[in-house]
C-alpha cells in the first residue's frame, strides 16, 4: 500500500482563528495596532501588474531594510514566511546530529513537532517548579540547543548573560534563539552574532510590528551561519516570500518611532492587567512578553476558558499536564483587557 | 565543530530576476499578461489593518475557490507558496521508502535536489533520443514516481492515458504529477483523482494565472491524500500563505473567460514563434508549454544566449551534458517574440 510510505506526524494545532465577528481574540498574541502608516501607504502603491514576475528569491531589499534597522551587514540576515518557516528551516540545516536537540518540556509548541517531523532526537529538559531555566541543563552533551527568550506559553526571560553561557559553552552545536517576543521586554542576543558563529537569533514581524497577515519572520547570524541556512532554504522553495511581503515588510522595519510607541502602549497595558489579575487571585511569571500565562488560586482553567468563551472572549489553554490551570491572554487594547478583567470578575464572582 | 552537524547540499538556482529595466526576460517563463482584472480591484480594497491578525491557516476561502473553478470538493484541494512549496511537502511526505524513487534525467531541475536534501533515494530514467518518455520505464519497482507533464525543459506532452498507465500500475506508491504547464494545451489527471487514491496532482497560479509574484501552488487529490498533506504542512509551518494570496488568488481563479484569453494569445504567439524559429535552423519539442526549448542545427547555445543577452534579451540555458546546445525560451507578448525572432536573424547573419 502507498500508505505505508507516508511520513506520519502529529500535527502542531495552532491557535483558533474563528470567522465570528465581535469577538475579543486574545489567544493568538497578535497586536493589537495595525502596521507602521507607510506600510498602508505603500500598498496602496502596489502595481497588481507585477504581481505576473516572480518575486526575489534572496530577499535582497527585506534583508537591507533589516540590516539597516539594526545595524548590520545584510549578509547576517535570512528572512522567511514567518518565524515557522525560519525555525523549521534551521532545525533541518542544524540540527543533523545523532545526539538529542535540547528544549524545554514547556517552551513553544512546535519544537517537538519538528524534530518529530524532520526525526531529530530530542530531550525536554523540564522547567524549575516556578517554570525558570536553570541554564546548567543546557551544558549536557547535545546535537543543538533551542531557547525561547522569553519562554512561551510562561513569558519568563533569561538575562543575555544566561543565553551567552549557554551559546559559549556549546560550540559544538548550534544554539537557536527563539526572540519572537523579545522586543515586549527581554534582551536579544542580536549583539552576540558576531562574537559566536553558532548562534543563530530567530524573529518575527507577527508580534512587535503587527504584520502577522504578510507571514515575515527573521534569522541573524553570522555569514557563514546564514549562508548554510539559505542553501537549505534553496533546496526547498527558492521563492518563499511573495511580492507583498518583501515590499511591505520594508516599510514595517523602518519606522522606529512607530514601533516603540505600540510595544510601549502593549507593555503598559500588560503591566495594568498584572496588576488587576493579582488581584482577581490569579499568578504568573512576571511576564515580558505581549501576554500573560495565568493560574487562578483556586478556579480551574478549563471552567475559566469556558466562561470566557461564552463571554465571547477567546483566550488560549493548552492540555498539557504541567499548565492545564494556566491561561494564555495576549494583550490587546485598554479597552479589550477592562473587558477581560469585568468578565474575570464576574465569572469568579467578586 | 557544530559544522559537522549541518546538512549539507547542492541548492537549486533559480532564474535570474534581475534589477536592471528594459531587458526582455525570456528566463523564467513568466506570462506576460498581468493577472485577471478584479485581482487589481480587490488589491485596492485590502485593508492593512487587518495585517495584524494572522491569515487564515486552513486557506478555507482560497481552497473554496479554487474547488468551486474546478468542480471539485474543498477537501480534495491544498495550497502552498507557490508549486515548488508543495511539491516539496509532498516529497517529504509521500517518499519515505528505501527504494527509489522514479524521474525522468532530464526534467525540472529542482527534483533531485529536494531528493538530496530529504535523503530520498532516487533513480533518474533516461529520456529518449527525441526526449520522449517510455511508459513502461516507470513500472518498475520503486519508492514513488514524479512526472512533469508536459515536461519541463522540455515542453513535451504525455496523452493521459500514458499518465493514467503509470498511476495505475504503481498503486504501492505515490505518483506526483506536476501540471505547472499543463494550462498551455496538455491534459490534466486532475479527472482523474477520484479514480487513483495514489495520485497527487500539483498545479500552480505562476504561469497560467500570472500570479508568480504572490506565491500560490496547487495539490488535488483524493480526501486522504490530501489529508496527509496537510499534516505534514501544520508540522512545518500553519500559516504558509499570506493574506494578501489568500485574499487575490481567489480573484485569479474566479475569471475563466480572462483566463482562456491570456492562454490563448500566448498559444498562439508559441505558434508563431515555433514558425521562425525553424525557418531559422532550430529544430524542438512540439512544445505544449509556454516556453519553447530549442537547439540550433549549427551553432551553439553558449554562443546563442550570450549575443541574445548583449542585446538585452535574457532566456534560459542548463549547464548539462545532453540539453547544454538548447535554449528555453518563455513566450513573451507578439512584439517581444519579434525582437527574439529578429536578434535571432542578426545573431546567425541571416
Request: proline residues 5%; hydrophobic residues 35%; glycine residues 4%.
Amino acid at each position: 500500500m502507498w500508505e505505508e510510505n507516508v511520513r506520519k506526524v502529529e500535527p502542531y494545532v495552532p491557535g483558533e482563528q474563528p470567522k465570528v465577528n465581535n469577538l475579543i481574540k486574545l489567544n493568538t498574541n497578535e497586536n493589537p495596532y495595525p502596521p507602521a502608516p507607510k506600510v498602508k501607504e505603500r500598498l496602496l502603491t502596489l502595481n497588481y501588474e507585477d504581481f505576473r514576475k516572480y518575486p526575489d528569491p534572496t530577499c535582497d531589499k527585506l534583508n537591507a531594510a533589516v540590516a539597516k534597522a539594526y545595524g548590520l551587514k545584510k549578509e547576517k540576515v535570512f528572512s522567511g514566511v514567518g518565524s515557522d518557516d525560519v525555525l523549521a528551516t534551521a532545525f533541518l540545516t542544524f540540527f543533523n546530529s545523532k545526539k538529542p536537540i535540547l528544549f524545554p518540556d514547556i517552551t513553544y509548541s512546535f519544537y517537538d513537532v519538528w524534530a518529530n517531523v524532520y526525526r531529530i532526537p530530542y530531550k525536554e529538559i523540564p522547567l524549575n517548579e516556578d517554570f525558570t531555566i536553570t541554564v546548567e541543563d543546557y551544558l549536557q552533551e547535545n546535537g543543538g540547543v533551542v531557547i525561547a527568550n522569553p519562554n512561551a506559553p510562561t513569558g519568563e526571560a533569561l538575562p543575555l548573560s544566561s543565553i551567552e553561557r549557554i551559546i559559549k559553552e556549546n560550540k559544538e552545536s548550534v544554539v537557536i534563539v527563539d526572540e519572537a517576543y523579545v522586543d515586549f521586554g527581554a534582551e536579544s542576543a542580536v549583539s552576540l552574532i558576531d562574537k559566536y558563529e553558532n548562534l543563530l537569533v530567530v524573529q518575527t514581524f507577527s508580534k512587535s510590528r503587527s504584520m502577522a497577515g504578510l507571514r515575515i519572520g527573521l534569522a541573524f547570524g553570522c555569514e557563514k551561519i546564514i549562508k548554510y541556512l539559505n542553501d537549505v532554504k534553496y533546496s526547498i522553495n527558492s521563492y518563499t516570500m511573495n511580492m507583498p511581503s518583501l515590499e511591505l515588510g520594508c516599510l514595517a522595519v523602518e519606522d522606529e518611532a512607530y514601533f516603540k510607541e505600540t510595544v510601549s502602549k502593549v507593555v503598559t497595558t500588560r503591566e495594568w492587567t498584572k496588576k488587576e489579575l493579582k488581584k482577581l487571585g490569579f499568578s504568573f511569571a512576571d511576564s515580558k512578553t505581549n501576554f500573560i500565562f495565568a493560574k487562578h488560586k483556586s478556579v480551574n482553567g478549563k471552567f475559566i476558558f469556558d466562561e470566557l468563551r461564552k463571554k465571547n472572549i477567546l483566550v488560549r489553554r493548552f492540555d498539557k499536564e504541567r499548565i492545564k490551570d494556566y491561561l494564555r491572554i495576549s494583550i490587546g487594547t485598554d479597552e479589550e483587557m477592562k473587558c477581560v478583567v469585568d468578565a474575570l470578575k464576574n465569572i469568579l464572582g467578586e
